[in-house]
């Protein structure tokens, strides 16, 4: 039986390493669910990860993030790397949350076999989204796409957590929003490696830049370089311009190039420190809401006020949780 | 020793339900860093809450939702209720995240002693955020403070989570922001009581109001009455009528008046099962970082690649958990 097991998990693994889209894209439907098979089969693809280039691409809604990463594609492609996305942007077309036009523009790419496009829907994670985007992002590095971009609205902590996860991110704002000042100085700043001001062909695109460099030097002298570039995502303008910037970046952060293995990079370090905390995260997660259904009493006590939560969720912890060096929390 | 750090939380305990404004400021301070002290005053707390109407104000950053607050408060304080305000939007003004002018705008009632507002850091509270808010709420609920809005971003899940807290909730949204529409669907729309489309002397204000009739059309004829409100906060104008609307909601919902005991309401089970979960939830994350910073041996063979992260994550886990009723996930 385990024989058995085991087989099948190689043979899953072998397929998505070969390139079967068909059976990556229903591992990755297995792993939302953490079936347990799909977790054994992700770890081996797991030595075949590390060469990709993993790019974040985040901002507010309306800022024009999937225009971008629609032709941050086109030029990856053109420099002959294939590309996975992991849209996790639920006003993202990817997402299919755009109005129909944008879905009809981005088609083009889902039927090139060197693009492989994947959307996370925000619904129903319940802070599993960010464990979920890190399982895709390592299925497409085994699968060997030498680019993986991950798109984000970078408002939630959710959202800030996915984007760091990422090799390097660009935030994209717009000028005239009115807010993005405000927007970006609430933690998004300090996890941009690039800045784009997007639809520059707008008024006050010039006044954006200058907002945004004004922050920047706020940050001091020993802060890492960011560079701020303004695109017309639309008409392709500045876009070159932007995977420029990105590249000094990589080389700056001392990133191997796409497709390239790199275990050694300080960064990627992080990011497979990262997925370990993902990992024990969701799971203890998945263990308390296992945990929470299985006591309906409990919850019966807490809805009726019989009893306040925190005793509650004390006596829960105590039956889920090792012994002495593990202390209850709050007792 | 033990009965006189039972007298301390008890003396907190009493000091808040006596309105102590410094008190309550130190306990949730204390509550985020969950000091057990702090979390035995909480229960201590707990029986004298359950007479607050939580309101929750939700929406995009730039739709006006600081400024409606503020009139909120405004019609509140005149209806004689004392009103608390937790504010989980990095760009409300009420955060410290806004613009000079806004701040001082607020600032008015930051001097009225029938006002109590707490901020709370969407950074570095990283899947907390949600417990955070209940447990603000609690003291604010203990305290007497007959309304207690709940001001976030109505983007992230952490933000979803938070807002579903509240007894009522009310989406603000602005014309011509372009993406509203989308950024509603995306699961904002379900946790609406009421919808404002706020800065409604703008253009486009009633193709606003019949794009979002559409989409609640959609929801067939068995879904919960939602009324849409126009308002433009910065002159009061549409106030009155939106406060007309969440008492209309109020009493369909058959929740308690502001400032009455209400534990029977099915909304306030909820709410009381919400908060357990979002306690098991929190003290599980806290348990696991705990045991993962003191784990760097098994980092480190995470970084090195010398171990994939999925199997550390299982080692760790088997550590930190009971035996069979709850097995290893992914093993």
Redesign the interface.
């Given at each position: 039986m385990t024989n058995d097991r085991e087989q099948a998990e190689a043979r899953v693994a072998e397929r998505v390493l070969a390139g079967d889209v068909r059976a990556a894209a229903r591992l990755m439907r297995d792993l939302d669910d953490?079936l347990?098979a799909a977790?054994?089969a992700?770890?081996r693809l797991?030595?075949s990860t590390?060469r990709a280039f993993v790019l974040g691409v985040t901002g507010?809604?309306?800022a024009g993030k999937s225009t971008l990463v629609d032709a941050l594609i086109e030029r990856f492609r053109k420099q002959g790397h294939r590309v996975g996305v992991v849209a996790v942007d639920?006003?993202s077309p990817f997402s299919g949350?755009?109005?129909l036009g944008d879905r009809i523009r981005m088609s083009r790419h889902a039927t090139d076999p060197g693009v492989f496009i994947r959307s996370l829907a925000?619904?129903g994670?319940?802070?599993g989204?960010s464990r979920s985007t890190a399982d895709v992002v390592t299925v497409l590095d085994a699968m060997g796409y030498e680019v993986v971009i991950v798109e984000t609205?970078g408002?939630?902590?959710?959202?800030i957590?996915i984007a760091a996860q990422a090799e390097a991110t660009v935030v994209v704002t717009v000028p005239g929003?009115?807010?993005e000042?405000?927007?970006i100085?609430?933690?998004i700043l300090e996890i941009a490696d690039v800045l784009v001001v997007n639809k520059a062909d707008r008024e006050g695109a010039d006044r954006s830049v200058r907002d945004l460099l004004g922050m920047l030097e706020l940050r001091g002298p020993h802060a890492q370089p960011v560079e701020i570039v303004k695109t017309v995502a639309s008409t392709g303008q500045g876009v070159d311009e932007l995977l420029q910037a990105v590249e000094r970046h990589r080389a700056r952060a001392l990133l191997p190039p796409p497709g390239r293995a790199g275990?050694g990079s300080p960064r990627r370090?992080?990011r497979?420190?990262a997925?370990?905390?993902?990992?024990?995260?969701d799971?203890?997660?998945?263990?308390?809401d296992?945990?929470?259904a299985a006591r309906a009493d409990?919850?019966e006590r807490?809805?009726?006020?019989a009893i306040?939560?925190?005793?509650?969720?004390d006596e829960?912890?105590a039956?889920?949780?090792?012994g002495p060096e593990?202390p209850r929390?709050?007792?």
């Open positions: 953490q347990p977790v054994a992700l770890k797991y030595p590390g507010n809604p309306g639920p006003t949350g755009a109005i925000t619904r994670h319940m802070g989204l609205v408002v939630g902590q959710d959202e957590e929003l009115g807010d000042v405000q927007a100085k609430a933690g275990e370090r992080k497979a420190e997925m370990l905390v993902e990992a024990v995260h799971r203890l997660r998945r263990a308390a296992e945990a929470l409990l919850r807490v809805a009726s006020r306040d939560p925190y005793t509650a969720a829960l912890l039956a889920l949780l090792h593990h929390p709050g007792s």
